[in-house]
């Protein structure tokens, strides 16, 4: 139980409703039970209201819902813990995320499913949904129990970064899925042309003397899925894509009527293939940094709205495992506290809207996975995030809340700073 809280004089953004406006919210018992301009100070006076905020107009914005997360619990917890990554996820203003199957046991089983929600509802400040491994083990051989893991709680359905070879599974893995409207994620990749890369294919690759994985790995991939997906009717998201071919062809299966949505790491509209510079190992992730071309080709999707989700994509390595020649070098990059930043840099430059850049974090993902927050409405969960979109700041992994440090936007100038985020209206994070 909550108590009533007033916030008044805060800039309220919905992109699920279109609001843009001046006022506040009133929540109590985890939930909104008023919203609007008409949200002031004098309205403590009427509600008997036992904590009052003056938002000073900074951003008031549904808590972020993140679809892409992994943990190294269970198996290796010293990379990221349940725990830690909902301190990351509150300092980020992420109020929901949904975390990987690659762990070590793999997810794949409804005691794992069961293990990672009641391990997470007892030290996670933030809420976490598990997914379910696609196959047994991911290792692509054998369909799991689907029906059982999403009876148990399972968000999704993914086999994570071990894309399903066998084409004759994963249409049976659709079909099944969509007798009980189940979502399957799929990072599109092809083995055989990725396998021993280390960055995107380009003269950028050759001149570093660098194993580059060639576009058409994501593009054969996706297209095959694609074409399941339409034929088996299931429901596809198709994650992580990283080029504008990929994009277009998501959008030209949506217009036929495939149940097809899209996700982009947040890190693909922030960063290009020459941004690996000399050798950097925090910039090894998969899928790789593109071309500036496909780079804008994607902030352009995101302002069109053909994108349904950013996700921060959060893969947390340890020191020993990044701090290596680059071929050594594990993939993965932390994400969840510059998430939000790296999205209203783009605002900053004014390529896209606030707007714009909350609906694939807020009510794009919620949609995805039919879940009630991501709006800001009367009786919506009171998962709320203040920030400031203008303040500059330095980023200084040293200074991140996650458990390993290994965040490519070190050294880097963002912009927006949370101030505020609750989870069932109880305050998880304050900036000091």
């Known amino acids: 139980m909550s108590e009533r809280t007033i916030l008044f004089n805060a800039r309220l953004i919905d992109p699920a409703s279109g609001r843009d406006e001046t006022g506040g919210v009133v929540f109590e018992n985890g939930v909104i039970t008023d919203i609007g301009p008409h949200i002031s100070r004098e309205t403590e006076?009427?509600?008997?209201?036992?904590?009052?905020?003056?938002?000073?107009g900074k951003v008031l914005a549904p808590g972020l819902i993140d679809l892409r997360v992994k943990t190294g619990e269970p198996g290796a917890e010293s990379k990221e813990t349940l725990a830690t990554a909902g301190e990351a996820a509150a300092a980020g203003g992420v109020t929901t995320f949904v975390v990987m199957p690659d762990t070590d046991p793999v997810i794949d089983s409804v005691a794992l499913v069961d293990f990672i929600k009641r391990r997470a509802d007892g030290v996670a400040k933030v809420k976490i949904r598990p997914t379910g491994g696609l196959t047994v083990g991911l290792e692509g051989k054998k369909m799991a129990e689907l029906g059982l893991i999403a009876e148990a709680g399972a968000a999704f359905f993914t086999n994570?970064?071990?894309?399903?070879?066998d084409a004759g599974l994963m249409r049976r893995a659709m079909q099944y899925a969509s007798g009980f409207d189940a979502l399957i994620a799929s990072r599109p990749d092809t083995a055989a042309l990725s396998r021993g890369t280390v960055m995107t294919a380009g003269a950028f690759a050759a001149r570093l003397g660098l194993r580059g994985a060639p576009p058409e790995a994501e593009w054969i991939a996706l297209e095959r899925d694609l074409m399941l997906a339409e034929t088996t009717g299931a429901r596809l998201l198709v994650d992580c894509i990283?080029?504008?071919r990929s994009l277009e062809a998501v959008e030209r299966a949506r217009a036929k009527g495939v149940k097809v949505a899209c996700s982009v790491a947040a890190y693909s509209l922030f960063f290009n293939e020459i941004d690996v510079g000399d050798y950097l190992t925090y910039c090894k992730v998969q899928p790789p940094f593109r071309t500036e071309a496909d780079r804008m080709a994607l902030v352009e999707g995101l302002a069109r709205g053909a994108i349904d989700a950013?996700?921060?994509?959060?893969?947390?390595?340890?020191?020993?495992d990044k701090r290596l020649p680059i071929a050594d070098a594990s993939f993965g990059a932390i994400?969840?506290?510059t998430l939000l930043p790296a999205l209203l840099k783009l605002v900053a430059q004014e390529q896209i809207s606030l707007a714009q850049a909350l609906r694939p974090v807020t009510c794009g993902p919620a949609s995805l996975l039919g879940l009630p927050q991501g709006r800001l409405e009367t009786g919506a969960p009171a998962d709320l995030v203040l920030f400031d979109p203008d303040t500059p700041w330095l980023c200084d992994r040293d200074l991140l809340l996650s458990r390993s440090k290994n965040s490519p936007f070190d050294g880097r100038r963002l912009e927006g700073r949370v101030l505020q985020t609750w989870v069932d209206g109880r305050t998880v994070f304050e900036r000091k």
Do not use: I, K, W, Y
């Open 242 to 244: 990283s080029t504008a």
């Open 310 to 320: 950013v996700v921060s994509a959060h893969d947390p390595q340890p020191p020993e």
């Open 160 to 165: 994570g970064d071990h894309p399903v070879e």
């Open 335 to 337: 994400g969840l506290e």
């Open 45 to 56: 006076r009427r509600n008997g209201v036992n904590f009052v905020r003056d938002a000073g």
